[in-house]
């Protein structure tokens, strides 16, 4: 059976842990923060508007199809639920918080941003980008005085329509490794007069996977190892110390 709860006021604050057991659905009808610890479990949902996260560990084992994530907080976060929602929705890393997995992280909503000064942390795991069906692109944006680090990976992949574009702009740190899985990935920075996106990490391509730039104008500065298994199609600045091409 299920069981389904809404939050119904305009900002709802929940001052206590929350736990969201197998067959439960929370809708957030307008805005809710958490601010102390949530699991979802397998077979719960959290579904609805806006949350803004403002605890400290976060397991989602289930699905969260909100409008909108803040993560408002240092945190950790873990667990094998996934990350869904319409064409619209977002999540945030806000300025000043960095988010630190414990688990792979399955990202499969459209849009994704870490604002100046947010860190997620990828510890020795992979963050999956995956583009949900319902969209032609995600978009996923790294601000100036963000970060992405750690020894983990991540993971972009498209399936057979569509692409992802990875907004990193000048003067984000994009540390971690790049796995660029299947389809067309486009890398640049949106903001005008800023022509060259850098990875300060491993890139990989595999087979059947592009990884571009966005035109012809833009460059590519890749500080690591490169190993091309698939396309790379770009003006490219190559600072690494192996380069493998197949």
Not at 54 to 75: H, K, M, Q, R, W
Not at 180 to 201: D, K, M, R, V, W
Not at 215 to 235: A, E, P, R
Request: charged share 10%.
């Amino acid at each position: 059976s299920v069981t389904e709860y809404h939050i119904g006021s305009y900002v709802m604050v929940l001052n206590s842990n929350v736990t969201l057991n197998s067959g439960t659905i929370l809708g957030i009808n307008y805005t809710c923060y958490f601010m102390k610890d949530l699991v979802i479990n397998s077979g719960a949902k959290l579904n609805g508007q806006n949350v803004r996260y403002n605890g400290s560990d976060l397991t989602n084992n289930g699905e969260i199809t909100v409008a909108s994530f803040y993560f408002n907080t240092n945190c950790s976060m873990q667990g094998s639920g996934s990350w869904n929602a319409g064409i619209q929705s977002i999540v945030y890393i806000n300025s000043a918080v960095t988010v630190s997995m414990n688990s792979d992280w399955f990202f499969g909503g459209p849009n994704f941003e870490i604002r100046s000064g947010g860190t997620l942390f990828t510890n020795t795991h992979t963050f999956f980008i995956n583009k949900p069906v319902s969209v032609l692109y995600s978009n996923i944006i790294f601000n100036s005085g963000s970060a992405v680090t750690g020894s983990g990976k991540v993971r972009a992949n498209t399936g057979n329509y569509g692409y992802i574009s990875l907004d990193i702009r000048n003067g984000s740190d994009f540390s971690a490794e790049l796995n660029i899985h299947y389809g067309n990935i486009y890398a640049y920075s949106l903001l005008p007069l800023e022509y060259y996106t850098e990875f300060n990490g491993k890139v990989k391509i595999d087979t059947g996977a592009v990884l571009s730039s966005g035109s012809y104008t833009d460059t590519l500065k890749l500080n690591d190892d490169i190993v091309n298994n698939g396309t790379l199609n770009c003006n490219c600045r190559f600072y690494g110390s192996s380069l493998e091409n197949n």
